[in-house]
């Protein structure tokens, strides 16, 4: 199903007016109990806790070289963040997850602010709570279909594709 000039209107009118009412302040690694860079916390957003994903896959998601993403992965993995694996039917592949230190740190270092969510969301009705989280959901992963399917990796911070 194609998307129409309305259907994309919506998403850069909405987008926008969610990010600006949740968006928290920027802050130093040095300067959080985290310790994670503006760098390292996107990293977070893209592991998961019980679904793993390949080094490689993710190095090109994120359109970095795997010789990059492994400093970053060595860092968070220092941290307790992220634990390296190897995958069960190919050793050689590495596999990384996001551990449960890391599910904290990413929700504490998140551009959008926990407070300010959980406001918006509790102003919302169940039934529309619900429609909107999994709204959220179907996006996002078809985002991630696009960036896959695609080859594109994400942007960095602050470029625009």
Known sequence: MSATTVDV??????????????HTRHRRAASTEHHLSERDSPLLSHLNMTVP?????????????????SAAISKLEKLGYVERGQE??????VMLRLTQKGAAARAATSV????RVAAI?????????????????????????FMRQSGRGMPRHGEMT
């Open 53 to 69: 994903i390949s080094h490689g896959e993710l190095a090109t998601h994120l359109g970095v070289r795997p010789s990059t993403l």
């Open 112 to 115: 959008l602010d926990y407070d």
């Open 9 to 22: 209107a919506i998403v850069q009118k909405c987008y926008p007016q969610i990010y600006l009412a949740c």
């Open 121 to 145: 969301l509790s102003m919302l009705s169940k039934k529309d709570k619900t429609l909107a989280l999994t709204g959220l959901e179907i996006l996002a992963n078809a985002s991630r279909d």
């Open 88 to 93: 069960v039917k190919d050793r050689r592949m």
